[in-house]
Antibody, heavy 121, light 111 residues
Framework: EMQVVESGGGLVKPGGSLRLSCAAF????????MTWVRQPPGKGLEWVGR??????????DYAPSVKGRFTVSRDDSKFTLYLQMDSLKTEDTAVYYC????????????WGQGTTVTVSS | DIVMTQSPLSLPVTPGEPASISCRSS???????????LDWYLQKPGQSPQILIY???NRAAGVPDRFSGIGSGTDFTLKISRVEAEDVGVYYC????????FGAGTKVEIK
């Protein structure tokens, strides 16, 4: 079964840092473009950042709201995606999802259950 | 960034009746490769999102055939031929032509 499992969420003060992890199982992680999507409490989905696969140069893109503060990375040897979040703001409070989004011939997607990040003093 | 505008934001529906959601993009989502990079996701209450329609009109595996996606360029529609109770949730369109952006979401609930 294809799945991803996020971890690392928690409570952090404004200006602080947190590192999220996403472990992948049951699919060819090395071929997948991996994405972070977040959802503030009671609000909609926001695309955060993505790292392409090695065959696409592991190119990384960010949403303007997090560029310069967040860093997406991957370790294909560990089948794991990361999100390093620095200079956190209260508006970064959200559930953070790790996902492949729809991809491949059949539009298959894999989403985790999400990990909650709360930025508060 | 490409801006995605959905309407309506709230949609009360009657089981057995059809329903439709509109999504407009600020830029054409047609790529030079001929594909249109517009996806539809559904987030059911208390769950993570899940794909319904990819590349504007392709139903993802396991998605009931009462769901269909139509449209091209900048105007897209998600149609449900006969709404069922299990279809409640928030529907999002998302463009993947450039760095992805989501629409605001349309909350579908039973009347």
């Amino acid at each position: 079964e294809m799945q991803v499992v996020e971890s690392g969420g928690g409570l952090v003060k404004p200006g602080g840092s947190l590192r999220l992890s996403c472990a992948a199982f049951g699919f060819t992680f090395t071929d997948a473009w991996m994405t972070w999507v977040r959802q503030p409490p009671g609000k909609g989905l926001e695309w955060v950042g993505r790292v392409k696969s090695k065959s696409y140069g592991e190119t990384i893109d960010y949403a303007p709201s997090v560029k310069g503060r967040f860093t997406v990375s991957r370790d294909d040897s560990k089948f794991t995606l990361y999100l390093q979040m620095d200079s956190l703001k209260t508006e970064d409070t959200a559930v953070y999802y790790c996902t492949t989004l729809a991809s491949g011939k059949y539009g298959t997607d894999v989403w985790g259950q999400g990990t909650t990040v709360t930025v508060s003093s | 960034d490409i801006v995605m505008t959905q309407s309506p934001l709230s949609l009360p529906v009657t089981p057995g009746e059809p329903a439709s959601i509109s999504c407009r993009s600020s830029l054409s989502l047609l790529h030079s490769n001929g594909l249109t990079y517009l996806d539809w996701y559904l987030q059911k209450p208390g769950q993570s999102p899940q794909i319904l329609i990819y590349l504007a009109s392709n139903r993802a595996a396991g998605v009931p055939d009462r769901f269909s996606g139509i449209g091209s360029g900048t105007d897209f529609t998600l149609k449900i031929s006969r709404v069922e109770a299990e279809d409640v949730g928030v529907y999002y369109c998302m463009q993947a032509l450039q760095t992805p952006t989501f629409g605001a979401g349309t909350k579908v609930e039973i009347k």
